[in-house]
T-cell receptor
Framework: QVQLVESGGGVVQPGGSLRLACAAS????????MHWVRQAPGKGLEWVTF??????????ADSVKGRFTVSRDNSRNTQYLQMNSLRADDTAVYYC????FGYGAFDIWGQGTMVTVSS | EIVLTQSPGTLSLSPGERATLSCRAS???????FAWYQQKPGQAPRLLIF???SRATGIPDRFTGSGSGTDFTLTISRLEPEDFAVYYC?????????FGQGTKLEIK
């Protein structure tokens, strides 16, 4: 079935780095744009990044621009989020989500991976 | 930048009642890029409505999305116990994607 599985979360010190991965299955990964969305504990949803299906275009929220880098490997059906210069306010559950082409909506979500930035 | 404001913040209703959730955009947006999501505690969000009024796969017809311009509505015609959750509106068009702050639908 259609599935997204995130991995790579954990505890990291302020200023540190972490790389998340999102493995896709059940659909043609290379045909779809992909997003990362995060949710701080007890808070609402915040969009983080979008990468085009072929990886040629990328969008970032202002809050992560210059610190986070999204990439994808279509041969491995996986997208990545490299997070550098992490801050306490980056603490959140990070969700991977599939783009619904033509509508800007997120039609498939992973279960999320928790990132905690703390000393 | 588009700001989405949801109301009310919390809605207390009983099973069987009708729920009306609102979302107002700071300026006019295209219906094509407007969506609603449901999130239950400890779970990932789930897409309910896209294109302002189209139900996503597997979504019951008691969920209806409507609206245009700056005002959008999610209506749940007869609340079932599993409908009590947090609902988010969303506008997504590259390069910016925005969520409302959420409406918590709780059992009265």
């Amino acid at each position: 079935q259609v599935q997204l599985v995130e991995s790579g979360g954990g505890v990291v010190q302020p200023g540190g780095s972490l790389r998340l991965a999102c493995a896709a299955s059940g659909f043609t990964f290379s045909s779809h744009g992909m997003h990362w969305v995060r949710q701080a504990p007890g808070k609402g949803l915040e969009w983080v990044t979008f990468i085009w299906s072929d990886g040629s275009g990328k969008d970032y929220a202002d809050s992560v621009k210059g610190r986070f880098t999204v990439s994808r490997d279509n041969s491995r059906n996986t997208q990545y989020l490299q997070m550098n210069s992490l801050r306490a306010d980056d603490t959140a559950v990070y969700y991977c989500a599939k783009d619904l082409f033509g509508y800007g909506a997120f039609d498939i979500w992973g279960q999320g991976t928790m990132v905690t930035v703390s000393s | 930048e588009i700001v989405l404001t949801q109301s009310p913040g919390t809605l207390s209703l009983s099973p069987g009642e009708r729920a009306t959730l609102s979302c107002r955009a700071s300026h006019s947006v295209s219906t094509s890029y407007f969506a609603w999501y449901q999130q239950k505690p400890g779970q990932a969000p789930r897409l309910l409505i896209f294109g302002a009024s189209s139900r996503a796969t597997g979504i019951p017809d008691r969920f209806t999305g409507s609206g245009s311009g700056t005002d959008f509505t999610l209506t749940i015609s007869r609340l079932e116990p599993e409908d009590f959750a947090v609902y988010y509106c969303h506008h997504g068009r590259s390069p910016l994607y925005t969520f409302g702050q959420g409406t918590k639908l709780e059992i009265k």
